[in-house]
């Protein structure tokens, strides 16, 4: 069983939509990152969360200790959000989802 | 703003041979880690570094595999003798603490290719 579970695994939207991410994990965890992978390859940090919610720009990032779920929203999406979308949580590494890969049409 | 850098971007290299991939971190952070993603797959924890040495380690990071920190600047991650199954990007993160909860900051990466 995978530790970290993102769904859906594939989304595709068009511009001006609301996008949401899911991202369920099953170990106790110190916090939990956001990370966006663009078709080159590279990764960028997006969110890093430990409780509650956090923004930027038209990033929301919600995290549920709880119930073990995290949540990323982008609103107004826009053709440059288009990229893979990783939830990776911190135990004592980060371990890493499979990815959600996001195409945002004009 | 400051960033990790990597290089090469791209390194071809036969079967057998050493390959050694250089990163600079970010240069007040402590923390440095090592990822490895194959192609179609979720990117996954090789090692981290802190203090000059090896604070955790994966289970793909066997003898094959070493870090060092040469200098003040540069972390490297080397390769003794490289498989077909290594081929991936490895990418290089560092972070100004390390247990607790803090950013990583993420290298571009290196598109390692053997054949």
């Known amino acids: 069983k995978n530790e970290v579970e993102q769904s859906p695994q594939n989304l595709t939207a068009q511009e001006g939509e609301f996008i949401t991410i899911n991202c369920s994990y099953s170990?106790?965890?110190?916090?939990l990152h956001w990370l966006q992978q663009h078709p080159g390859g590279g990764i960028v940090s997006l969110f890093m969360l430990s409780s509650g919610k956090k923004k930027h720009g038209r990033l929301i990032a919600t995290i549920n200790i709880q119930e073990k779920h995290s949540s990323l929203h982008i609103t107004a999406s826009h053709p440059r959000d288009s990229a893979v979308y990783i939830c990776a949580v911190r135990v004592d590494k980060l371990i890493f989802g499979t990815g959600t890969r996001l195409q945002v049409f004009p | 703003e400051p960033e990790v850098t990597q290089t090469p971007s791209h390194q071809v290299t036969q079967m057998g041979q050493e390959v050694i991939l250089r990163c600079v971190p970010i240069?007040?952070?402590?923390?440095f880690y090592w990822y490895r993603q194959i192609l179609g797959q979720k990117v996954e924890f090789l090692v981290s570094?802190?203090?000059?040495?090896?604070?955790?380690k994966s289970e793909i990071f066997d003898d094959q595999f070493s870090v060092e920190r040469p200098d003040g600047s540069n972390f490297t991650l080397k390769i003794r003798s490289t498989k077909l199954e290594d081929s991936a990007m490895y990418f290089c993160a560092s972070s100004p603490r390390g247990r607790l909860s803090y950013e990583q900051y993420f290298g571009p990466g290196t598109r390692l290719t053997v054949t």
């Open positions: 240069s007040n952070h402590l923390y």
């Open positions: 170990v106790g965890i110190s916090a």
């Open positions: 570094f802190y203090n000059n040495e090896i604070s955790e």
